[in-house]
Protein backbone atom coordinates (compact mmCIF):
# COMPACT_ATOMS: atom_id res chain seq x y z
CA UNK A 1 0.00 0.00 0.00
CA UNK A 2 1.14 3.50 -0.72
CA UNK A 3 -0.30 6.42 0.84
CA UNK A 4 0.21 10.25 -0.45
CA UNK A 5 0.10 13.31 0.74
CA UNK A 6 -0.08 16.80 -0.97
CA UNK A 7 0.60 20.28 0.26
CA UNK A 8 1.37 24.00 -1.08
CA UNK A 9 -1.88 24.56 -2.21
CA UNK A 10 -3.76 27.82 -1.66
CA UNK A 11 -4.76 31.25 -3.23
CA UNK A 12 -2.58 32.90 -5.49
CA UNK A 13 -3.07 36.22 -7.75
CA UNK A 14 -2.27 35.77 -11.62
CA UNK A 15 0.88 35.75 -12.41
CA UNK A 16 2.11 34.20 -9.43
CA UNK A 17 3.58 30.83 -8.45
CA UNK A 18 3.13 28.04 -6.09
CA UNK A 19 5.36 24.55 -5.61
CA UNK A 20 3.08 21.75 -4.65
CA UNK A 21 4.56 19.19 -2.93
CA UNK A 22 3.46 15.41 -2.79
CA UNK A 23 4.88 12.82 -0.11
CA UNK A 24 4.81 9.68 -0.43
CA UNK A 25 5.14 6.63 2.40
CA UNK A 26 4.50 3.30 2.24
CA UNK A 27 5.56 0.10 -0.07
CA UNK A 28 7.06 1.95 -3.17
CA UNK A 29 8.92 0.00 -5.68
CA UNK A 30 12.46 1.08 -6.94
CA UNK A 31 10.67 1.83 -10.17
CA UNK A 32 7.61 4.30 -10.15
CA UNK A 33 6.04 6.79 -11.83
CA UNK A 34 4.50 10.09 -10.43
CA UNK A 35 2.13 11.85 -11.37
CA UNK A 36 0.49 15.65 -11.19
CA UNK A 37 -2.75 15.90 -12.07
CA UNK A 38 -5.67 18.51 -11.98
CA UNK A 39 -9.83 18.63 -12.04
CA UNK A 40 -11.56 22.41 -12.43
CA UNK A 41 -14.99 21.61 -11.44
CA UNK A 42 -17.20 20.39 -14.34
CA UNK A 43 -14.09 19.53 -16.35
CA UNK A 44 -12.52 16.00 -16.80
CA UNK A 45 -9.22 15.42 -14.47
CA UNK A 46 -6.07 16.58 -16.68
CA UNK A 47 -2.76 14.83 -16.63
CA UNK A 48 -0.27 17.63 -16.19
CA UNK A 49 3.42 16.17 -15.68
CA UNK A 50 5.30 12.93 -14.70
CA UNK A 51 8.56 12.29 -13.49
CA UNK A 52 9.83 8.50 -13.22
CA UNK A 53 11.69 7.10 -10.35
CA UNK A 54 14.68 7.69 -12.90
CA UNK A 55 14.25 11.18 -13.45
CA UNK A 56 12.63 11.01 -16.57
CA UNK A 57 9.69 13.86 -16.98
CA UNK A 58 6.76 14.32 -19.44
CA UNK A 59 4.58 17.86 -19.31
CA UNK A 60 1.25 18.66 -21.13
CA UNK A 61 1.52 21.23 -23.67
CA UNK A 62 -0.90 23.05 -21.64
CA UNK A 63 2.02 23.60 -18.59
CA UNK A 64 4.69 23.25 -20.79
CA UNK A 65 7.07 26.11 -20.25
CA UNK A 66 5.28 26.83 -17.15
CA UNK A 67 5.22 24.26 -14.59
CA UNK A 68 8.39 21.90 -13.59
CA UNK A 69 8.03 19.00 -11.68
CA UNK A 70 11.05 17.37 -9.64
CA UNK A 71 11.99 15.32 -7.05
CA UNK A 72 12.59 16.85 -3.91
CA UNK A 73 15.36 16.62 -1.53
CA UNK A 74 13.12 14.37 0.89
CA UNK A 75 13.21 11.34 0.15
CA UNK A 76 9.84 9.93 -1.56
CA UNK A 77 8.73 13.77 -2.21
CA UNK A 78 7.99 15.21 -6.01
CA UNK A 79 7.43 18.82 -6.41
CA UNK A 80 5.40 20.60 -8.80
CA UNK A 81 6.38 24.35 -9.46
CA UNK A 82 3.97 26.57 -10.89
CA UNK A 83 4.59 29.63 -12.35
CA UNK A 84 2.87 32.30 -14.49
CA UNK A 85 -0.25 30.87 -13.03
CA UNK A 86 -3.56 32.38 -14.37
CA UNK A 87 -7.15 32.02 -13.39
CA UNK A 88 -7.18 28.81 -16.09
CA UNK A 89 -5.37 27.03 -13.60
CA UNK A 90 -7.88 26.96 -10.76
CA UNK A 91 -8.23 23.48 -9.57
CA UNK A 92 -8.08 20.44 -7.47
CA UNK A 93 -4.58 19.33 -7.94
CA UNK A 94 -3.63 15.67 -7.05
CA UNK A 95 -0.78 13.46 -6.71
CA UNK A 96 -0.79 9.91 -8.03
CA UNK A 97 1.80 6.86 -8.15
CA UNK A 98 1.95 3.64 -10.25
CA UNK A 99 4.13 1.22 -9.34
CA UNK A 100 4.43 -2.60 -10.55
CA UNK A 101 2.35 -4.76 -8.71
CA UNK A 102 -0.32 -1.77 -7.37
CA UNK A 103 -3.38 -0.80 -8.97
CA UNK A 104 -3.62 -0.47 -12.55
CA UNK A 105 -5.09 3.34 -12.02
CA UNK A 106 -2.06 3.76 -9.33
CA UNK A 107 -2.68 5.23 -5.47
CA UNK A 108 -4.09 8.89 -5.24
CA UNK A 109 -3.79 11.62 -2.85
CA UNK A 110 -6.68 13.38 -1.43
CA UNK A 111 -5.43 16.82 -3.86
CA UNK A 112 -4.82 20.29 -2.85
CA UNK A 113 -6.96 23.06 -3.96
CA UNK A 114 -5.27 25.91 -6.09
CA UNK A 115 -7.20 29.07 -6.83
CA UNK A 116 -5.88 31.90 -9.15
CA UNK A 117 -7.44 35.04 -8.65
CA UNK A 118 -7.08 39.20 -7.83
Known amino acids: QVQLEESGGGLVQPGGSLRLSCAAS????????VGWYRQAPGKQRELLAT???????NYADSVKGRFTISRGNAKNTVHLQMNSLNPEDTAVYYC????????????WGQGTQVTVSS
Open 51 to 57: ITSGGTT
Open 96 to 107: NLWRVGGPSNGY
Open 26 to 33: GSISSFYI
